[in-house]
Nanobody, 126 residues
């Protein structure tokens, strides 16, 4: 079983930046995606960004393209999300997720992730 631990959330003003981190531990496969999701109370969870570990493929939701950047350190089984130009509508609980797959193209299939972290809160004030 894979365990995911997020960190780096917090409160910032509009236009500010944050960097989220997620480290995977436990029974880690060699071929897998790691992604970031967010959820606001009363709304469905939204896929934000994803990366194929050990590869170069990345995926972003249209709402965050150009503002958020996902990077990875495969040796540490870690993925990071740089959040820039934050807006109040980015306020949410952010979750790290993982899924095993041989196909990098499947990292953008948001509904297929099956391992989840506990989440870290991001709050952006205007």
């Amino acid at each position: 079983q894979v365990r995911l631990m997020e960190s780096g959330g917090g409160s910032v003003q509009s236009g500010g930046s944050l960097r989220l981190s997620c480290v995977a531990s436990g029974e880690i496969e060699r071929h897998y995606c790691m992604g970031w999701f967010r959820q606001v109370p009363g709304k469905e969870r939204e896929g934000v960004a994803a990366a194929y570990m050990g590869g170069t493929s990345t995926y972003y939701a249209d709402s965050v393209k150009g503002r958020f950047t996902i990077t990875q350190d495969n040796a540490k089984n870690a993925v990071y999300l740089q959040l820039d130009t934050l807006q109040p509508e980015d306020t949410a609980m952010y979750y790290c997720a993982a899924r095993v797959t041989y196909f990098a193209s499947e990292c953008g299939l948001w509904s297929a992730y099956d391992n989840w972290g506990q989440g870290t809160q991001v709050t952006v004030s205007s």
